[in-house]
C-alpha cells in the first residue's frame, strides 16, 4: 500500500474530480471547490514524488506549501469576486452571468 | 540643373509636399491644391530629363543609389533604372501632374485628397525604381492605403464596396508576394557576404540560389505566387473583377492613375521580377499566361461590348488592352512582341488616361455616364467630340495612333510562337472597334437629345489635361522611335536571359 | 550550518531584483499614502507615484553586470540572461503606458484608482518576475501573482455588472487552468526529482528514450500548454478573452493584452526551449526526440489565428473586436514559437514590442472616444473622422499596423514571423497566415470605413484632451517609427538569442 503509484493514483484521481467538477458544477462555490481539488492534486504528486524520489531536499514539500497558501490567495480573491456577483445577480449560477457573449 | 540622388528626389518631393500641405490651415483649399501642383512639377522635370539623358545602349540600371538600409535582414535602399522603368516613370511623372490639374474640382475634404494622392505618387514611382525586392513590397503595399482613401471617400455611390474589394483583391496577391519573397530571401546567399539578400540584381543570378530553390516544385509554387499578385493588378481574366467596380466608382484622376500605372505595375512586376527571379518558370508558364492574355482580351472586349456605362465600358477595354500586353510579353521566340508590350503599357497609360479625363468632363456636366442617355453630343460640343474621337480611336488601334503600333507589334511577334492565339486575338481587335464606333455613334452622333442641348463646351483647364496626351498619342503613332529606342536594349537582355 | 558564501551569494543575488523590489517600494508607498490622505485622493498623485515607481525599477539594470545566459542569482531560482534583462524595461513600459492611459480616461473612479495603480504595479512585477524565472517554485508563484492581481483589476469596478462578470469568468478559467498547469509541473518534479529547469532539462533528455517516460513527457507538455494558451489567449483556451477584454475596464483590457500575454510567450521560450529542445548552441534547435510538440503548436497556431479572424468579422463592439483581434495575434505569435530557431525566438520578441505599441494604441483610442462621449459599440464611430480627425488618423494607423502593411511596424513584426516559419520551411503555416491576413483586413477596414467613409449618425463634438493627444503621440511614434527604421530594435534582438 505504502509505495509511489497509490499517492500517484489518489492524485490523478482528485485531479481527474476536480476537473470533472468545474466542468459538471453550475454553482460557482462548487466550481471553487473543484478547482482547490485539482490543485490538491497536484500537491499529493509533489509530496510523493518527494517522499519516494527525491527526498534530500525538501523542494517538493516546500512547494506543496506554497501551493496551500497561493490556493488560499486564490480562493479568497474568487470568493471576493463571487460575493460581488452575486450582490447583483442574487445567484451563485454561472449561467445567470451571460450579459458578456457575442 | 539635377539634383544629386535624383531618384530619391523623385520619389520623396510629392511626399514632402504632402507633409507640406497638412499644415496648411483649413480655409486656404487653393493654397493647397497649388502646393500639391507645385509638388508634381519638379519631378516631371526630372523624368523629362531622365528621358534625355538615360543612356540608351546600357543594359545595366543607371542612376543607381543604393544604401544599407536594415543590416539584420540585409535589405538595402536601392534604386536604380533600366529601360523598362523610364517610360513608366514618366509617365507616372506626367499622369500625376495632368491628373492634380484633373482634380482641381475637388471640393470636400481637400486637405486629405492631395496628402493622399502625393502619397500615392510617392509610393508609385517607388515601386518603378526599387530594385530591393523589400523595398518594392513596401512601396507596392504602400500604395493600397491611399488608393483605399481615395477611392472609398471621393468615390462614387458604391465607393465603399468598390474599396474593399480593391483592398482585398490586391492584398491577396501582396500577401502571396510577401510569402515567395521571403522564400527567396531564405534561398539565396550572395557569394561576396555570405548573407541572405533581397537585392533583385543578385536573386537574378540564378547561381546564388540554394539547392531548396532549384527544386522545380518550390519555383513552380513561387512563380505561380508572384503571377497571381500580378495577375491581380494587371487583371487578367480570372483576376479582374475587382477593375469595374474600382473604376466606375473612383473619383476621375484616381481612375486615370488606376488605369493609366497601377495596371501596369502588375506587367512590370513581372518582367521585374517573375521573369529575372524564375526565367525558367518564365518559359514554362508563357503559354499559360499567353492564353490569359488572349482571354483577356476576348472577354474584356466581350463585356465592353455589354456595357451601358461609360466608365465601365473603359474600365472592361482595359483589361482588353492589358491582355494584349500579356501576350506579347508571354513571347520570348523574337523581342518585336515584348516590345510592342513595353510599348502597349505606355500607350494605354496616356490613351485610357484620356479617355478617363474625358468621361470625367461628361460626367462634370451631366452627372450621369449612361451611353443611351446622350445623343448628337457632337453638336453641343464640338471640341469635346473631336478629343474623344481621337482618344477612341486610338484605343482601337486606328493606323497613325500609339496603340496602333504597340498593338501591330505585339501581333507580329506573337504570332510566330503562337498562331492560333494570335488569330484569335486579332479578333478582339474587331471587337474594340466595334464597341467603341458604336459607342462614339451612340453618344456623339444621331438626333440630338434636347435634354443636353445647353452643355457646356469642354473648358480651358479640361483642355488643358488633355492636350500633352493627345500630342503623345499623335506623335508615337507615326514615329514611336522615342519609346522604342528606350526600352529596346533592356529588352533584349530580357528576353536573352528568359530563353537562356 | 548555512555556508558563508550562500549567504553571501544570496546577498548579491539580491540586486538583481533590484527593479522588482523599487516596485514593492513604490506599491507600499501608493498603499501608503492612499491610507494616510483619505480626503485627498487626487489621481495625479497616484499616477505620478506610479509612473516614478515603473521608471525607477529600471534605473538599477545600468548598474547590473553585463547579461549572460548561464548568470544565475538567489540559489538558481534566476537566470540573468538578455531576455530577463530586457523584458523588465518592457514591463515597466506596459506599466506606465496602462497607468497613463487610465489616467486620461476617466473609466475608473477616483475611489479605486489607487488600488488600481497598486495593482497594476503588482501584476508588472510578477511579470517581470515571471519571464527571469528558472525553477518550477518560482514560475508558479511568479505565475500566480501576475495571475490572481489581474483578475481583480478586471474586476475593479465593483459596481459595474459587466466588470464583475468578466472578473469572475476570468477568475474561473484562470484557476482552472493554473491548476492544470500545476499538475504538469509536479509531473515533471517527478520525473526529475528537482525543480531547477537545468536540472529537468538534462532528466528530459534522457527520459524521451524511454516509452513509458515519454508519455508522462506528453502529458506533462499538455498540462503546460493549458496555463500557457491561456495566458496566451490561444485555441482551445482563449474563450475567456472576448468576455474578459469587453467586460474590464478599456486600460485593464489593453494592459491584458499585451502584459500578461507577453509574459505567456516569453515563458514559452523559457519552458519550451531549455526543456523540450535541443541545440542551445545552434541557430536551430531541435525539439526532443519523440516529442513532436512543434506540429501541435504549428496546429494550434493556425487554428487560433483563423478562429480568431472569423469571429472578430461579426463583432459589432470594438473592444470584443480586438479582443478577437489580439487572439488571431496570439496565433500569429505562436508561428515564432514553433519554428524552433533563433530567428523564430527574436520574431516573438521583435512582435511583442510593436504589438504592444500598437495594440494599446488602439485600445487607448476606445477609450478615448468612450470617455469623450462615444461607445464602444462600431456605430459610434461612424463619420468620426471629419469630428475628432487626430484620434481617428491615429486609429487607422494602429488598425493597419495591425493588419502588417508597411510602413508601419506591424508590417515588419509580421515579416518576423513569416521571415521565420518559411526559414524552417513550413510553408502551409505562412500560406494560412498570409490568408489570415487579408480576413483580418476586412474586420479592421470596417472600422476605418466607419471612421472616414461613413457619414456620422450624430453631430455631438467629440473633445480629446491634450494629455490623450501627448499619449497617443506616444504610441504613434514608435509604430510609425519601427515601421521606417528597425534596425535598431533588430540588433537588440539578434542579440539576445
Not at chain 2, 12 to 24: D, K, Y
Not at chain 3, 83 to 107: H, R
Request: include cysteine; charged fraction near 10%; proline fraction near 4%.
Amino acid at each position: 500500500m505504502n509505495s509511489l503509484y497509490t499517492y500517484l493514483f489518489l492524485a490523478a484521481l482528485l485531479f481527474s474530480l476536480g476537473i470533472f467538477g468545474v466542468f459538471q458544477r453550475r454553482s460557482l462555490i462548487g466550481m471553487l471547490i473543484a478547482i482547490e481539488l485539482m490543485l490538491n492534486g497536484a500537491s499529493i504528486n509533489f509530496m510523493a514524488f518527494n517522499r519516494f524520489l527525491a527526498p534530500d531536499p525538501i523542494v517538493g514539500q516546500i512547494y506543496t506549501l506554497f501551493i496551500m497558501g497561493i490556493a488560499a490567495a486564490e480562493a479568497a480573491i474568487a470568493l471576493s469576486i463571487i460575493v460581488a456577483v452575486f450582490r447583483r445577480l442574487r445567484s451563485i449560477n454561472i449561467e445567470r452571468a451571460q450579459e458578456l457573449r457575442g | 540643373m539635377l539634383p544629386d540622388h535624383l531618384l530619391s528626389w523623385m520619389i520623396f518631393f510629392p511626399l514632402l509636399g504632402a507633409g507640406l500641405i497638412l499644415f496648411v490651415p483649413k480655409r486656404y483649399p487653393t493654397v493647397m491644391k497649388g502646393i500639391a501642383l507645385a509638388a508634381t512639377i519638379p519631378p516631371l522635370w526630372w523624368a523629362a530629363n531622365l528621358y534625355v539623358q538615360f543612356d540608351r545602349w546600357g543594359t545595366g540600371f543607371q542612376y543607381v543609389e543604393k544604401v544599407p538600409w536594415i543590416r539584420a535582414f540585409n535589405i538595402h535602399y536601392y534604386l536604380g533604372i533600366d529601360g523598362i522603368s523610364v517610360p513608366m516613370v514618366l509617365l507616372t511623372a506626367l499622369l500625376s501632374f495632368i491628373c492634380i490639374i484633373a482634380s482641381w474640382n475637388i471640393n470636400e475634404h481637400v486637405r486629405g485628397y492631395f496628402a493622399l494622392f502625393l502619397l500615392l505618387d510617392t509610393s508609385m514611382k517607388g515601386v518603378f525604381c526599387a530594385l530591393d525586392f523589400f523595398m518594392f513590397y513596401v512601396f507596392w503595399e504602400l500604395m493600397l492605403l491611399p488608393m483605399y482613401f481615395l477611392i472609398g471617400i471621393w468615390g462614387g455611390p458604391r465607393k465603399e464596396y468598390a474599396a474593399i474589394k480593391f483592398f482585398l483583391f490586391t492584398l491577396v496577391g501582396s500577401v502571396l508576394m510577401l510569402v515567395v519573397m521571403l522564400v527567396f530571401y531564405f534561398g539565396s546567399v550572395e557569394p561576396a557576404t555570405g548573407l541572405h539578400s533581397f537585392d533583385l540584381t543578385i536573386l537574378a543570378d540564378q547561381s546564388v540560389h540554394q539547392a531548396f530553390l532549384r527544386s522545380h516544385t518550390i519555383r513552380w509554387l513561387c512563380y505561380l505566387g508572384l503571377f497571381i499578385g500580378f495577375a491581380i493588378k494587371i487583371p487578367l481574366v480570372p483576376f479582374h473583377t475587382w477593375l469595374p467596380d474600382a473604376h466606375v466608382e473612383a473619383p476621375t484622376a484616381i481612375s486615370v492613375i488606376l488605369a493609366g500605372i497601377l495596371l501596369k505595375m502588375g506587367t512590370y512586376g513581372i518582367l521585374r521580377i517573375s521573369y529575372p527571379l524564375l526565367p525558367d518558370m518564365a518559359r514554362e508558364f508563357a503559354l499559360f499566361a499567353a492564353t490569359l492574355g488572349l482571354i483577356s482580351i476576348i472577354y474584356g472586349a466581350l463585356c465592353a461590348m455589354a456595357q451601358t456605362d461609360l466608365k465601365k465600358l473603359i474600365a472592361y477595354s482595359s483589361i482588353s488592352h492589358m491582355g494584349f500586353v500579356m501576350l506579347g510579353m508571354s513571347v520570348f521566340s523574337n523581342t518585336t512582341a515584348i516590345n510592342g508590350a513595353v510599348l502597349q503599357m505606355f500607350n494605354h497609360g496616356t490613351v485610357t488616361a484620356m479617355l478617363f479625363l474625358l468621361v470625367g468632363v461628361i460626367y462634370d456636366r451631366a452627372h450621369i455616364r449612361d451611353i443611351d442617355s446622350f445623343g448628337g453630343l457632337a453638336k453641343t460640343m464640338p471640341v469635346y467630340a473631336g478629343y474623344t474621337g481621337l482618344a477612341f480611336f486610338a484605343a482601337l488601334g486606328l493606323p497613325g495612333l500609339s496603340s496602333f503600333i504597340s498593338e501591330a507589334l505585339v501581333l507580329v511577334g506573337s504570332f510566330q510562337q503562337y498562331k492560333i492565339i494570335t488569330i484569335t486575338a486579332t479578333t478582339g481587335i474587331i471587337l474594340t472597334a466595334a464597341y467603341f464606333l458604336w459607342t462614339m455613334q451612340r453618344v456623339f452622333l444621331g438626333p440630338q437629345n434636347k435634354k443636353w442641348a445647353d452643355l457646356p463646351e469642354i473648358s480651358l483647364r479640361e483642355a488643358f489635361t488633355l492636350t500633352p496626351l493627345a500630342l503623345i498619342v499623335v506623335l508615337l503613332g507615326f514615329y514611336p522611335m522615342p519609346v522604342l529606342d528606350l526600352i529596346g536594349a533592356t529588352l533584349k537582355h530580357t528576353v536573352a536571359m528568359v530563353v537562356g | 550550518m548555512i555556508p558563508e558564501n550562500f549567504i553571501q551569494s544570496n546577498l548579491q543575488g539580491i540586486s538583481f531584483i533590484g527593479p522588482e523590489l523599487i516596485l514593492t517600494l513604490a506599491i507600499l508607498l501608493i498603499l501608503l499614502v492612499g491610507v494616510l490622505l483619505p480626503y485627498w485622493r487626487h489621481r495625479i498623485l497616484f499616477t505620478i507615484l506610479a509612473v516614478a515607481g515603473l521608471a525607477g525599477s529600471v534605473l538599477p539594470l545600468w548598474k547590473l553586470p553585463q547579461p549572460a545566459p548561464d548568470l544565475t542569482y538567489l540559489s538558481n531560482l534566476f537566470v540573468w540572461d538578455w531576455l530577463t534583462f530586457l523584458s523588465k524595461p518592457f514591463f515597466a513600459v506596459v506599466g506606465v503606458l496602462t497607468i497613463l492611459l487610465t489616467q486620461v480616461t476617466g473609466e475608473i473612479d477616483n475611489s479605486e484608482y489607487s488600488e488600481c495603480t497598486i495593482l497594476v504595479l503588482a501584476v508588472t512585477m510578477g511579470m517581470m518576475l515571471l519571464v527571469a524565472s528558472t525553477d518550477l517554485l518560482m514560475i508558479y508563484l511568479a505565475f500566480e501573482t501576475m495571475g490572481i492581481l489581474s483578475y481583480l483589476l478586471v474586476g475593479i469596478r465593483a459596481r459595474d455588472e459587466r466588470s464583475g462578470e468578466a472578473a469572475l469568468k476570468y477568475v474561473l478559467y484562470g484557476a482552472f487552468t493554473s491548476g492544470t498547469m500545476l499538475f504538469g509541473f509536479s509531473l515533471l518534479f517527478g520525473l526529475a526529482g528537482s525543480t531547477d529547469l537545468l536540472a529537468i532539462s538534462q532528466k528530459v533528455a534522457f527520459a524521451s528514450q524511454h516509452p513509458q517516460d515519454r508519455l508522462l513527457l506528453i502529458v506533462a507538455i499538455l498540462f503546460f500548454l493549458a496555463g500557457l494558451l491561456f495566458k496566451t489567449a490561444s485555441f482551445p483556451f482563449h474563450f475567456w478573452c472576448p468576455d474578459v477584454y469587453e467586460g474590464a475596464p478599456t486600460p485593464i483590457t489593453a494592459f491584458l493584452s499585451v502584459g500578461p500575454k507577453a509574459a505567456g510567450f516569453v515563458l514559452f521560450i523559457r519552458l519550451f526551449y531549455p526543456l523540450f529542445a535541443t541545440g542551445h548552441d545552434a541557430t536551430i534547435y531541435e525539439a526532443v526526440s519523440g516529442l513532436d510538440w512543434p506540429s501541435i503548436l504549428a496546429l494550434v497556431s493556425a487554428i487560433t489565428m483563423t478562429l480568431g479572424n472569423l469571429a472578430a468579422i461579426h463583432q459589432n463592439n470594438l473592444k470584443r473586436l480586438l479582443a478577437y483581434s489580439s487572439i488571431a495575434h496570439a496565433g500569429y505569435l505562436l508561428m515564432g514559437i514553433v519554428s524552433l530557431s533563433d530567428l523564430g525566438l527574436r520574431s516573438v520578441v521583435f512582435y511583442l514590442v510593436v504589438y504592444l505599441f500598437m495594440n494599446v494604441g488602439a485600445f487607448a483610442v476606445v477609450a478615448m472616444v468612450a470617455s469623450a462621449g462615444g461607445s464602444e459599440e462600431i456605430d459610434s464611430y461612424r463619420g468620426l473622422g471629419a469630428r475628432a480627425p487626430y484620434v481617428c488618423v491615429a486609429m487607422a494607423i494602429f488598425l493597419f499596423s495591425l493588419i502588417g502593411l508597411p510602413p508601419f511596424a506591424g508590417f515588419v513584426g509580421k515579416v518576423y514571423l513569416f521571415a521565420a516559419v518559411i526559414y524552417k520551411k513550413i510553408y502551409w503555416l505562412a500560406v494560412v497566415a498570409a490568408l489570415n491576413t487579408v480576413i483580418s483586413l476586412y474586420y479592421y477596414l470596417r472600422i476605418v470605413k466607419a471612421m472616414f467613409l461613413e457619414k456620422p449618425t450624430e453631430t455631438i463634438q467629440i473633445q480629446v484632451p491634450l494629455s490623450s493627444r501627448v499619449l497617443l503621440l506616444a504610441l504613434l511614434v514608435p509604430t510609425l517609427g519601427l515601421g521606417i527604421y528597425w534596425q535598431p530594435l533588430a540588433r537588440v534582438v539578434s542579440g539576445m538569442f
